[in-house]
């Protein structure tokens, strides 16, 4: 229990504006899907358990604070609360009477054992859309299974095709099922919303993290399906086209080529001075040019290797053919089509000073989202937001003496 939020930036002309959540879910799906929508203004109220998220000590942090909870946390209200308390569960009725959104991530069946399973809560509030994201849904053989982002990417087939094709399956260095399954989930989230115009009513949204992954891999399941082929472990190249990889430059840096487009193809040969390429039968389609990879590679990499990071990508740029340098975070700081477009944004933070992290993810024109504020203080919101409930000082007290807040 600690005093209340400063003032923050009014969210006018909002898209969500309106829109209550409450996020009682941790690491990592849930949380980000809650950001999202509090980037474009929906009153969020991050749910916490008085002991403190898991992401207040998840990763990397500095003076004892952590890092990852100041971006994932944006623009949320911060209140602590025990749900596996008759007194927090009490608390957390009142709340959802005055709620649109509820996003958990629990094992199935921990809300039902807390009588507080979507037919209770919808009892209080028939208007309530509570998402569900876990590991593997709310029904089937593996549902009650502990679930992470990690066993989503190895199941979704995702792995399996991800490496070099005499190397292991390769999981990737972030939360990649995570993220995804978020952005996900908020599209689900406002689908739900929009139906409640419609009928009145809300609904459950039931999200495995299994499943967005598995969306996001195209055509290979009809492919498996009506042919019987799976997809190779093709490092950076693609079975579709070629040239497909990373090259290294002169000057030790690297850069992607990507040629997903005949155009672009024929214009990277030429570039090259290989145009003799261009002319051959089986330059004509992408999936014979990823056939030929090896000599395709070859004369794209030794003429990459000759010339520094910023003398090939001003060759292609001239060429009109698609290069990317690759970058590590250092380089998206101070790279000038990030900063155009304030991809990673300053605010003061109430510990830290003044930090940056990543901005919201696309901009609109009317109703545009903005970082308000970053991850707050444990419990910075609790008095205030509780007292809209009826929880007056006294009993906070009270309540906080017996591990509840």
């Given at each position: ?138 029904i089937g053989p593996y549902a009650k299974r502990p679930g992470f982002g990690t066993l989503a990417e190895a199941m979704s087939g995702f792995a399996a095709i991800t490496g070099q094709p ?139 290797a000759d010339r520094t990071r910023s003398e090939v990508v001003e060759a292609f740029e001239e060429a009109q053919a698609a290069v990317a340098p690759i970058y590590d975070m250092s380089d ?7 900063q155009a477009l304030d991809t990673i944004t300053e605010v003061e933070d109430e510990e830290l000073g003044t930090i940056r992290f990543q901005n919201v993810p696309f901009r609109l024109s ?40």
């Open positions: 229990m600690t005093d209340t939020a400063p003032a923050a930036p009014p969210a006018r002309g909002s898209a969500l504006a309106g829109i209550k959540v409450l996020d009682i879910a941790t690491l990592f799906a849930g949380p980000l899907a809650a950001t999202l929508l509090a980037d474009f203004g929906a009153d969020v109220t991050k749910v916490e358990h008085p002991k403190g998220d898991p992401v207040r000590s998840h990763g990397a942090s500095k003076d004892g604070v952590g890092l990852w909870w100041k971006m994932l946390s944006r623009n949320k209200k911060a209140v602590t609360l025990y749900l596996g308390s008759p007194e927090g569960q009490d608390i957390f009725r009142r709340m959802v009477a005055d709620t649109d959104v509820v996003i958990e991530n629990f094992r199935p069946g921990t809300l039902e054992r807390w009588g507080l399973g979507y037919e209770a809560l919808a009892e209080i509030n028939p208007r309530l859309v509570l998402a569900r994201v876990t590991g593997f849904g709310q005499d190397g292991p399956p390769t999981l990737p260095p972030f939360g990649l099922a995570d993220g995804v399954s978020a952005l996900t989930a908020a599209f689900g989230i406002m689908t739900a919303l929009h139906a409640r115009e419609r009928t009145g009513r809300g609904q459950v949204l039931d999200l495995a993290i299994i499943e967005p992954m598995i969306t996001l891999l195209g055509p290979q399941a009809i492919t498996y399906d009506q042919l019987g082929q799976l997809q190779p472990r093709t490092g950076n190249r693609s079975v579709n086209n070629a040239p497909r990889n990373t090259y290294r430059t002169k000057d030790g840096s690297w850069v992607a080529v990507s040629t997903s487009a005949q155009s672009i193809a024929e214009r990277v040969m030429r570039l090259v001075g290989r145009p003799e390429y261009v002319d051959e039968p089986w330059f004509a389609s992408g999936a014979e040019r990823a056939r030929h990879a090896d000599e395709l590679d070859a004369a794209v990499g030794s003429w990459i998206i700081f101070e790279d000038p089509q990030f009317d109703t545009p989202g903005a970082v308000r504020w970053p991850g707050p203080r444990k419990g910075r919101d609790t008095a205030e937001v509780l007292g809209r409930y009826g929880v007056g000082a006294e009993e906070l007290t009270a309540l906080a003496e017996r591990g509840v807040v």
